[in-house]
């Protein structure tokens, strides 16, 4: 089935910050030689910047996905039948960005603090973060709606 909507988000300030440890840490072992702890934060790293360097948001007819980093390691899917409503607000800069509990339920947000919040049948709550929350909403809006 073809994609309604799909967005992906980078985060750039992680990004960033990634690589400037990442540069720290890569001149540390050119100076000091490869220290086991360095090559171990070095990793860990890596990874970081794989699963959490991008958000990317897709809806189609049946469900709302996302996935997180290019890798796509983090994935999550809520069928569009179980979505009552959907709102778009804007998120406290302490709220922060990666996979956070808030007030309103868990918040998946890469960069910024804009988001639509997403109620569930069931009354849960949950907030997608993007750079395009109105037409995020209006998607999901379609694709329960036709």
């Not at 540390?28 to 490869?34: A, L, M």
């Not at 996935?67 to 709102?87: L, M, Q």
């Not at 607000?89 to 960069?111: C, D, E, F, K, S």
């Not at 997403?118 to 709550?125: D, I, P, Q, R, Y």
Request: with cysteine; glycine share 8%; net charge positive.
């Amino acid at each position: 089935m073809e994609w309604e909507y799909e967005h992906t988000q980078r985060g750039t300030l992680i990004i960033a910050a990634v690589l400037a440890v990442l540069l720290v840490i890569a001149v540390s072992i050119v100076v000091f030689g490869p220290v086991w702890v360095t090559v171990i934060v070095g990793g860990i790293m890596v990874l970081m910047l794989a699963i959490f360097s991008t958000l990317t948001v897709s809806v189609r007819k049946d469900a709302l996905r996302i996935c997180f980093g290019p890798i796509r390691a983090f994935k999550k899917i809520w069928p569009i039948c179980e979505i009552a409503s959907v709102t778009t607000v804007t998120n406290p800069w302490y709220y922060g960005w990666g996979i956070r509990w808030t007030p309103y339920g868990p918040l998946y947000n890469i960069a910024g603090f804009e988001a639509v919040e997403v109620t569930l049948v069931s009354g849960k709550k949950f907030r997608i973060g993007t750079d395009q929350p109105d037409k995020l909403k209006r998607a999901i809006e379609k694709a329960q709606y036709g």
